[in-house]
Nanobody
Framework: QLQLVESGGGLVQLGGSLRLSCAAP????????IGWYRQAPGKEREGVSCISSSGGTTNYADSVKGRFTISKDNAKNTVYLQMNSLKPEDTAVYYCVIIEGCIWQVVTTRDPVSSWGQGTQVTVSS
């Protein structure tokens, strides 16, 4: 069963930054498109960002455009989500998964290829 491992979450103040990491034990992330999702308390899980297998295509939810940056380091077999200018509404558990492709319709309507992991908690205080 394919499952990725998220890390890097924490408590940060309004306007602060965090970098989340997504590792893939035993897999080569360069062959997969990866999506970041988040789920806030009482809300549905939503797509945040995605990156294609080559890293050449990225997409973002409107709510994070200009603040979040997704990247892939194939040498380290890790995908990152750099989050800047954080807001309280960014508070959520963040998940990374393998997806069929970095097309926003895929991110928002298709189930991921890999299983959901434990996620990493991001809390932004005001």
């Amino acid at each position: 069963q394919l499952q990725l491992v998220e890390s890097g979450g924490g408590l940060v103040q309004l306007g602060g930054s965090l970098r989340l990491s997504c590792a893939a034990p035993g897999m080569f992330l360069e062959t997969y498109a990866i999506g970041w999702y988040r789920q806030a308390p009482g809300k549905e899980r939503e797509g945040v960002s995605c990156i294609s297998s080559s890293g050449g295509t990225t997409n973002y939810a409107d709510s994070v455009k200009g603040r979040f940056t997704i990247s892939k380091d194939n040498a380290k077999n890790t995908v990152y989500l750099q989050m800047n200018s954080l807001k309280p509404e960014d508070t959520a558990v963040y998940y990374c998964v393998i997806i069929e492709g970095c097309i926003w319709q895929v991110v928002t309507t298709r189930d991921p290829v890999s299983s959901w992991g434990q996620g990493t908690q991001v809390t932004v205080s005001s």
